[in-house]
């Protein structure tokens, strides 16, 4: 006879007939504690770089391709001066661009359609750990093309290098804004093959309006140009070419791309919270 059942209306305790809450037949198991946000975020990370790695260094090195095959285009008609600063870091930026936007959106579109939100559905971690995760993931792997890209870029305009350090802000915050995006895109498009359309028309955006000189386009695609979050960081780099660079002005677009970021990310993170509970 169990403890339970020996004690008697003294004891302050009826009889075991089933119906109390410590029964693991009447009351469900307890789930286990949700993952706090950092430790989640490096796990998703970890697990986002390591399947990856294989796959996208491929695509990396074709990014990279594309970009300084543009440049190379570029160099007969643009000898020096601000449209050099333009082409070469455009097609610097041009790298976060094809891997955080366009890759990612494939990613999460195939995500969605293939059921695997409903895996991390299933896993205690927070959504923003799942889309902030993926997001630092791809945006790492264009550290390597970025770099490379603006060093050839250098040497073909003949520009300075002594500035190219302001990379180490805009590859994190240009690449926060564009996997914002690209996550968001993903995640929303109702078919997995629009998914992938956005992301290649948001690359394509890139290329048209952070690369070509913004001097010679007409304001209409200004505008534009304007609401393109990558356009910032493109920006930022160009103005460091100057002889005498307008730092508070780097600065203003740099923290415009990181508002950017986390407003993009935020969304990606909504979106995300959305196509799981479906």
Do not use: K
Not at 138 to 149: D, E, K, L, Q, R
Request: positive net charge.
């Amino acid at each position: 006879m169990s403890a339970r059942t020996a004690t008697g209306p003294a004891g302050g305790a009826g009889p075991d007939d089933g119906t109390g809450p410590d029964d693991g037949a009447g009351a469900a198991a307890p789930l286990a504690p949700r993952a706090r946000l950092l430790p989640a975020l490096g796990a998703v990370y970890r697990a986002q770089l390591s399947r990856a790695r294989v796959a996208r260094i491929p695509l990396l090195f074709v990014a990279t391709f594309q970009s300084v095959g543009i440049m190379v285009l570029l160099r007969g008609v643009v000898s020096g001066g601000d449209p050099a600063w333009s082409v070469v870091s455009g097609s610097a930026v041009l790298v976060v661009a094809f891997v955080a936007l366009n890759l990612l959106a494939q990613y999460f579109g195939q995500l969605r359609a293939g059921g695997g939100l409903d895996h991390y559905a299933t896993l205690p971690v927070p959504p923003a750990a799942v889309v902030l995760g993926a997001a630092a993931a791809y945006a790492s792997f264009t550290v390597p093309g970025t770099a490379v890209t603006a060093v050839v870029g250098c040497l073909l305009f003949q520009l300075p290098m002594a500035h190219l350090w302001v990379l180490v802000a805009v590859v994190p915050l240009a690449g926060a804004a564009l996997s914002g995006l690209g996550a968001a895109l993903g995640l929303l498009a109702p078919r997995q093959e629009l998914a992938t359309l956005g992301g290649q028309l948001g690359m394509s955006a890139a290329l048209l309006l952070g690369v070509l000189p913004a001097g010679r386009m007409p304001e209409p695609i200004g505008w534009a140009r304007d609401l393109l979050p990558s356009t910032y960081g493109v920006e930022a780099l160009a103005r460091t070419f100057a002889p005498h660079p307008d730092w508070p002005a780097v600065a203003g677009d740099l923290g415009i791309c990181a508002a950017v970021g986390v407003l993009s990310l935020a969304v990606a993170t909504w979106a995300y919270r959305r196509a799981a509970v479906r």
